[in-house]
């Protein structure tokens, strides 16, 4: 399995409040990614990486900000968080664009009540 | 913009069996494609990929798909399955970034049962 680790794995927190998610990989990947996943919908893509503070916008990027300061270490941060951002979250990584696949972290389960 | 739809939500099938789960793409040009296995409560491993080449791809856990491009299709096969093959399918099209990487877009998924 490729070496991602996700922080915290589950999260219950308020609405308004600011939450962060961390995605730490050691395979030394260029591309990072952070997608979210709900029922009907399959996995979308938030945000994404192309290296060291180089990110840019995926599809559902609304409400959400994300940071890359060094290459192992991808921030998803949630400026005030909504219950329609209850959803599984995972980081992804991949080597090459085009070919090879994206492998994913173990997912955070995040709840806003 | 690329798409793709898995038109079985749910599948069953008995231990043994042979499995055949569907995936229909739209995308312009030639597709990235892939098959990606989510167990519950944990993240997506990846079975198998295409880019180009041979129509029919080999995976692991013993998993093949047929590229065919007339049909905008890229099936998944097993020829007999196994009680530990109950999961969550996903099929998923690579699109090329900018600046790199893909984005993918995901089916809804299928959800295979296996019946002992």
């Known amino acids: 399995d490729a070496g991602i680790t996700q922080s915290p794995r589950h999260k219950v927190t308020e609405t308004g409040t600011p939450v962060t998610l961390r995605c730490h990989q050691t395979?030394?990947?260029?591309?990072m990614y952070w997608y979210r996943q709900d029922p009907g919908h399959g996995l979308r893509l938030i945000h994404y990486?192309?290296?060291?503070?180089?990110?840019d916008k995926g599809e559902v990027s609304d409400g959400y900000s994300v940071s890359r300061s060094k290459t192992e270490d991808f921030l998803l941060t949630l400026e005030s968080a909504t219950s329609s951002q209850t959803s599984v979250y995972f980081c992804?990584?991949?080597?090459?664009?085009?070919?090879?696949?994206?492998?994913f972290g173990p997912g955070t389960r995040l709840t806003v009540t | 913009a690329q798409s793709v739809t898995q038109p079985d939500i749910h599948i069953t099938v008995s231990e043994g069996a042979s499995l055949e789960l569907r995936c229909n793409y739209s995308?312009?040009?030639?597709?990235?494609l892939f098959w990606y296995v989510q167990s519950p409560g944990q993240g997506l491993q990846l079975l198998l990929k295409?880019?180009?080449?041979?129509?029919l791809v080999q995976g692991i856990k013993g998993f093949e798909a047929e590229f065919k491009r007339s049909q905008s299709s890229f099936n998944l096969r097993k020829p007999s399955v196994h009680w530990s093959d109950a999961a969550e399918y996903f099929c998923a099209v690579g699109a090329i970034l900018t600046g790199g990487g893909n984005k993918l877009t995901f089916g809804t998924g299928t959800q295979l049962k296996v019946e002992l």
């Open positions: 992804a990584i991949s080597e090459r664009t085009g070919v090879g696949g994206q492998y």
């Open positions: 395979e030394n990947h260029r591309y």
């Open positions: 995308y312009g040009a030639t597709p990235y």
């Open positions: 990486s192309y290296g060291v503070k180089d990110t």
């Open positions: 295409y880019f180009s080449g041979d129509t």
